[in-house]
């Protein structure tokens, strides 16, 4: 009888093991899957917003930067900051100057300078986004990011961070097998692509319809 007691509580004290160890190993599965998508996107609005519009952009695309110019600007001022609309920007690079500048992008933690530092790249885009090598595009992106108080050393140990240019690559390649993305940008709205012309009058009428 002592036998099989002893035998059911090693048997009990596996099973708590076993149960902890695969606890452990969906935290750190969920944990990183989460960061990994993170790293990629951009956030401004409410999280229990009705309506997610989501805008898989390379930052050296003339077309990226006309919709965040054109559409964002007037969307935040009409539904993001008044919570009726969450924004997403997630990075999908076409070039190496394209990955440079997201990787630039989150050099800082603050939410509000990247998102300031985000609307002056594509302000500047025609200015920094061409050169005679990569190393005069990164001066030029190194130069605009100094006004959202980085300095040299921390910019260039984010543009040799292999960690932080994998995790990026990473999300590109999972947001293109998500939702095939052929060109940039690519919005979805609520997880459905918007196909409509771009121009705010057009965009905004898709939001309204969900609200």
Same mark, same amino acid.
């Given at each position: 009888m002592f036998l099989l007691i002893k035998? =059911?509580?090693? #048997?009990?004290d596996n099973f708590k093991y076993l149960c902890t160890l695969l606890f452990i190993i969906f935290l750190s599965t969920v944990f990183n899957a989460y960061s990994k998508e993170?790293?990629?996107?951009?956030?401004?609005?409410n999280q229990n917003s009705k309506v997610t519009v989501k805008v898989f952009?390379?930052?050296?695309?003339?077309?990226?930067a006309s919709f965040h110019k054109e559409i964002y600007n007037k969307l935040k001022?009409?539904?993001?900051?008044?919570?009726?609309?969450? =924004?997403?920007? #997630?990075?999908?690079?076409?070039?190496?100057?394209?990955?440079?500048a997201e990787k630039i992008l989150r050099c800082t933690n603050d939410p509000k300078k990247r998102l300031d530092f985000l609307d002056k790249i594509y302000e500047k885009q025609d200015k920094w986004a061409s050169g005679s090598d990569i190393n005069s595009i990164n001066s030029k992106l190194i130069k605009i990011a100094k006004n959202y108080d980085l300095n040299d050393d921390?910019?260039?140990n984010c543009l040799n961070d292999e960690k932080l240019e994998d995790q990026i690559l990473n999300a590109r390649i999972d947001g293109n097998k998500k939702y095939s993305i052929e060109s940039t940008p690519t919005i979805l709205i609520n997880e459905k692509k918007y196909n409509g012309k771009?121009?705010?009058?057009?965009?905004?009428?898709?939001i309204e319809k969900l609200l």
């Open positions: 035998k =059911f509580k090693i #048997h009990k993170n790293i990629s996107l951009i956030t401004i609005g952009s390379s930052l050296t695309c003339p077309h990226c001022t009409e539904f993001i900051d008044k919570n009726i609309v969450r =924004f997403e920007h #997630h990075s999908f690079p076409l070039d190496m100057a394209a990955l440079n921390k910019i260039n771009h121009d705010y009058k057009t965009f905004k009428k898709e």
